[in-house]
């Protein structure tokens, strides 16, 4: 049976990648290493809804938490914002392409390939260029196909479903039309300064 390690980004976006491998005769272990999703308290929710994933399907999952390291993320991005999908993409592939490699499995891939708001063609060709680099064979599939049926799928299982890709930024952008709204309540007059001993909570 040949095993792939696949990069997963979430509980959803999971459930159709893995069962169109595990159609196909593939051994599916997944592998959780997002430090692009902020804050960690919704890194630790997306995580939490792979597991429900895992135990429905049977596969495992390496979970990277120890490598969960924001800051490090946030300063590989630093003047690169504009292009940061690809830099965020190539970090997590990279990664993926490499434990695939000391692991010995047959390939690798990941389920950003599912995802219809990921820049698609981009994520092919960092996986094409990985294996090309000598890490390991890159499995290309069109995970798309399985939109409707994810969806549906974990609609049912009631997985948690993020409403933001994961970073900071993506964060900003699904809010970034609040700010054209007034504060609901005005307030005037000095700001009160903390003393010590005050409670600043
Ligand atoms: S929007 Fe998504 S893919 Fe792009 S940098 Fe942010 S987390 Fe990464």
Not at 4 to 28: D, K, N, S, T
Not at 98 to 119: E, H, N, P
Request: with cysteine; proline share 4%.
């Amino acid at each position: 049976m040949p095993r792939i390690l696949l990069h997963m980004c979430c509980g959803p976006c999971a459930i159709a990648p893995v069962r169109a491998l595990q159609a196909r005769g593939f051994e599916v272990t997944g592998l959780y290493y997002n430090p692009n999703i902020h804050p960690l308290m919704e890194y630790k929710r997306r995580r939490d809804a792979l597991a429900e994933v895992s135990a429905r399907l049977g596969f495992k999952v390496i979970y990277k938490d120890d490598e969960y390291d924001p800051q490090a993320w946030f300063r590989s991005m630093s003047f690169r914002e504009d292009n940061r999908c690809f830099h965020c993409y190539a970090m997590r592939l990279e990664r993926t392409a490499g434990m695939a490699r000391r692991g010995k499995f047959d390939c690798f891939s990941s389920t950003l390939l599912y995802s219809k708001f990921q820049k698609h063609e981009m994520i092919a060709g960092l996986g094409r260029d990985l294996a090309a680099a000598g890490s390991c064979e890159f499995l290309y599939q069109d995970f798309r196909e399985g939109w409707k049926e994810g969806i549906a799928t974990s609609k049912d299982w009631g997985i948690y479903r993020q409403q933001y890709c994961g970073c900071l930024y993506s964060e900003n952008e699904r809010y970034a039309r609040e700010l054209d709204e007034p504060p609901a309540t005005a307030t005037t007059g000095a700001l009160t300064i903390p003393q010590d001993g005050d409670d600043h909570a």
